[in-house]
């Protein structure tokens, strides 16, 4: 559903995505683990469209998000890390603004009521967005990923900023989406939530792919049979440092 293939990308002197190359799959949940700067990201922007990789390609569900830009974004949502919508909307019209750009008011119309509820949303739907705090700002980022059809999830951090509620409820969200065939992508430094939703991660250190599996591949790689994935990855991102 998700295939990066051979995926650079260049700042200046920064060689932030560095030849990376993984799948996700209809159906599974992946994680992308790596240290502060490894490129994570970078990565998950360039899958988006908000930065233009200089190599390599990537493509949704066969579509190039170069060449088939368009066709590509219709299938994908993106739950950014630090959300910046538009402040001089209210939470309702700014979601029925993302419905919009997407050519779905008509789910806007039948979902809109149950997205403010499930993400509570529901007493601020009249207020102006600038109103809102980190948290609510990051569920409304949340809500707006569900107006259209998407196929493909891309959540960079998305439980930072989540009260315990927001993250249960993002999880099931996840869960549900998985379960009815969606390919979804995670960049998290929660290592206990990865260890329990992921079906698979891919660890990036320094813009290169460290690693990548199940917890059990990724433990016969470590040679750390039964090892947490936390102490997997400390020890996997501290051999490579060394
Ligand atoms: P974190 O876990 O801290 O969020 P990350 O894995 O998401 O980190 P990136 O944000 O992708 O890492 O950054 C990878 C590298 O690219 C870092 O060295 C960063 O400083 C650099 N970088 C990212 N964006 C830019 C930019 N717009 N201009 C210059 N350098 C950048």
Request: aromatic letters at 4%; charged letters at 25%; one cysteine or more.
């Amino acid at each position: 559903m998700l295939s990066l293939s051979n995926v650079h990308k260049r700042f200046r002197g920064v060689h932030a995505t560095n030849g990376i190359s993984f799948e996700v799959r209809s159906g599974e949940i992946v994680g992308l683990l790596g240290p502060n700067g490894a490129g994570k990201t970078t990565t998950l922007r360039c899958v988006c469209g908000i930065l233009r990789h200089d190599e390599g390609s990537i493509h949704i569900d066969g579509l190039d998000v170069v060449t088939q830009e368009v066709e590509a974004k219709r299938l994908m949502a993106y739950i950014p890390e630090i959300p910046n919508p538009y402040e001089v909307l209210t939470v309702r019209e700014h979601i029925k603004f993302v419905a919009m750009c997407y050519g779905t008011v008509d789910t806007f119309n039948a979902r809109i009521d149950e997205l403010l509820s499930r993400f509570e949303l529901k007493e601020k739907e009249h207020e102006l967005v600038a109103t809102l705090s980190k948290g609510m700002k990051q569920k409304l980022a949340i809500a707006c990923a569900f107006v259209h059809d998407a196929r493909v999830f891309l959540c960079d951090e998305p439980m930072i900023g989540l009260d315990p509620q927001g993250q249960h409820e993002l999880q099931s969200e996840l869960l549900r989406l998985r379960s009815e065939g969606c390919a979804i992508l995670v960049s998290t430094h929660l290592l206990d939530t990865a260890e329990k939703l992921c079906d698979r991660v891919v660890i990036m250190q320094k813009g290169r792919k460290l690693s990548e599996g199940t917890l059990k591949e990724l433990q016969a790689h470590a040679r750390m049979d039964n090892s947490s994935l936390m102490d997997v990855f400390l020890h996997l991102t501290r051999e490579a440092e060394a």
